[in-house]
């Protein structure tokens, strides 16, 4: 077969380098050694990287794109009592939180924004057949499923009836489904959510979140999550909007610098959620194009201001910012290793070298004995050059075994994320045997140039 597309000479040669490469196995074993590692680690060290990159695009997805997130703020130092230099009290300035007004106001006067999805969160808890278990239910509209790309894993969204009426609806996480529902359908039946009854028209697909997501980025366990119409939840458990006695009382006790640690919640409530005077609890805005989101925020930033008359009891966050910034600091770290693992490949290139030399040395006599005999310097040249990279491509076959290995090592007992492309395996073998080839030429010519007369008489 090889007859066909080499000539006769050229194959002579092949099989001259291929006979003496197995006469010194343990020498070319060393030889490859600096391949073999140096390929190992560029597989690695890219199955890391890639896995770093998959995990940033899956936070981008759990965050959502070009998102601005607005959160309230429950404690302000802002609300307690201020001594002024004559030894006066002065109250500060009332805000009426964060609203469903502030909500529309956004969406009527900014432009450029493609979704606005306000939330309510509760803690509370799920009760079906005697099983009891604390969840958070999220009053929501649909357009937060668009934003965070949620999709349903069994049967329908809110509908504009649902949204209208505040219907006893809700849609459940799929970590729920398995919980309360586990060998039957979940749609149709009914939760005790807090203290009323919602109907499941619809299970989450079940949405995987690491637990750095969780830490670092702020992110709820979705598929623990009970979602109803964000109406549902103002009409039916709590709209901290409305006027009432108990929030009047409050709301004085707060001017007068009272800390609140009570006030006729139920018991599950925390301290903060006593305090909270937000009817919004997150406010998630899209924007349309990812240059717009700096001014927008800015813009938001000045505009929640006013309507909560100067008083800053909000933060805005751009998590695709915190996102970029992390995916710089892994582009460098990924050059870095990358420079560390084409260091290697340069180590064991030389190495090859180094001995292909020291080869040359030690076979002066056989290759004198070749030239006298007809052989032509070309022929010494290509001799050499196919040991060199006989050893470099054996040597990146291993390295590429033993790359794969160690990357699939790390993901399993390291808890790291690797993924091993079709590209780098190739990239890193193509780059063995290129190493093999030009640090192969040296030794080569260095053979080809020995004297026959004077080879034969080495000692």
């Known amino acids: 077969m090889l007859k066909k597309y080499f000539s006769p000479r050229l194959l002579a040669n092949l099989y001259i380098a291929i006979d003496a490469v197995f006469a010194n196995k343990m020498r070319s074993l060393l030889t490859a050694l600096g391949i073999i590692f140096g390929v190992a680690a560029v597989i690695a060290m890219l199955a890391i990287g890639n896995g770093a990159q998959q995990e940033i695009?899956?936070?981008?997805?759990?965050?959502?794109?070009?998102?601005?997130?607005?959160?309230?703020?429950?404690?302000?130092?802002?609300?307690?009592?201020?001594?002024?230099?004559?030894?006066?009290?002065?109250?500060?300035?009332?805000?009426?939180?964060?609203?469903?007004?502030?909500?529309?106001?956004?969406?009527?006067?900014?432009p450029g924004l493609a979704r606005v999805s306000p939330e309510i969160i509760l803690n509370t808890s799920v009760i079906q057949n005697g099983i009891r278990r604390s969840a958070k239910l999220v009053g929501v509209e649909p357009m937060y499923f668009d934003i965070y790309d949620f999709q349903l894993a069994d049967g329908q969204m809110f509908s504009a009836e649902h949204l209208k009426l505040g219907a006893p609806v809700c849609i459940i996480g799929?970590?729920?489904?398995?919980?309360?529902?586990?060998?039957?359908?979940?749609?149709?039946?009914?939760?005790?959510?807090?203290?009323?009854?919602?109907?499941?028209i619809g299970v989450m697909r079940e949405r995987f979140v690491s637990q750095n997501s969780i830490s670092k980025l702020g992110i709820r366990d979705f598929n623990m999550d009970v979602y109803a119409p964000l109406q549902s939840v103002l009409i039916r458990y709590e709209n901290r909007d409305l006027i009432t006695a108990e929030a009047l009382r409050l709301a004085n006790m707060r001017s007068q610098g009272v800390i609140i640690i009570g006030g006729g919640s139920t018991e599950e409530e925390s301290?903060?959620?006593?305090?909270?005077?937000?009817?919004?609890?997150?406010?998630?805005?899209?924007?349309?194009?990812?240059?717009?989101?700096?001014?927008?925020a800015e813009i938001i930033s000045r505009m929640l201001t006013r309507r909560h008359y100067e008083v800053v009891d909000f933060e805005i966050e751009i998590p695709e910012l915190l996102l970029k910034q992390q995916q710089r600091t892994n582009d460098i770290f990924n050059y870095v290793l990358g420079a560390i693992a084409g260091i290697s490949l340069?180590?064991?290139?030389?190495?090859?070298?180094?001995?292909m030399l020291a080869s040359v040395l030690e076979r002066i006599k056989e290759i004198g004995l070749r030239l006298s005999?007809?052989?032509?310097?070309?022929?010494?040249?290509?001799?050499f050059l196919f040991e060199a990279v006989m050893i470099s491509v054996s040597g990146g076959l291993i390295g590429v075994v033993l790359g794969v290995t160690l990357a699939y090592l790390v993901s399993m007992f390291a808890d790291i994320p690797t993924i091993i492309s079709f590209t780098s395996i190739l990239l890193s073998f193509g780059v063995a045997a290129t190493v093999g080839?030009?640090?192969?030429?040296?030794?080569?010519?260095?053979?080809?140039?020995?004297?026959?007369?004077?080879?034969?008489?080495?000692?």
């Open 57 to 110: 695009l899956n936070q981008i997805k759990l965050v959502g794109v070009n998102n601005i997130v607005i959160k309230p703020i429950v404690e302000q130092k802002e609300e307690k009592l201020n001594e002024q230099a004559g030894g006066k009290k002065e109250k500060k300035k009332f805000s009426p939180g964060l609203t469903v007004r502030d909500v529309n106001s956004i969406k009527s006067v900014i």
């Open 271 to 296: 301290e903060e959620e006593k305090n909270n005077y937000h009817q919004i609890d997150r406010l998630v805005i899209q924007v349309d194009e990812t240059a717009k989101l700096q001014s927008t």
């Open 174 to 200: 799929s970590a729920l489904k398995s919980r309360f529902f586990p060998t039957e359908n979940a749609i149709g039946k009914s939760l005790k959510v807090g203290p009323h009854w919602l109907t499941v």
């Open 346 to 355: 340069l180590v064991g290139g030389i190495g090859i070298m180094n001995i």
């Open 373 to 383: 005999i007809g052989a032509q310097k070309s022929d010494v040249v290509q001799q």
């Open 437 to 459: 080839l030009i640090f192969g030429i040296a030794p080569a010519r260095r053979a080809a140039s020995q004297d026959p007369i004077t080879s034969l008489r080495h000692e």
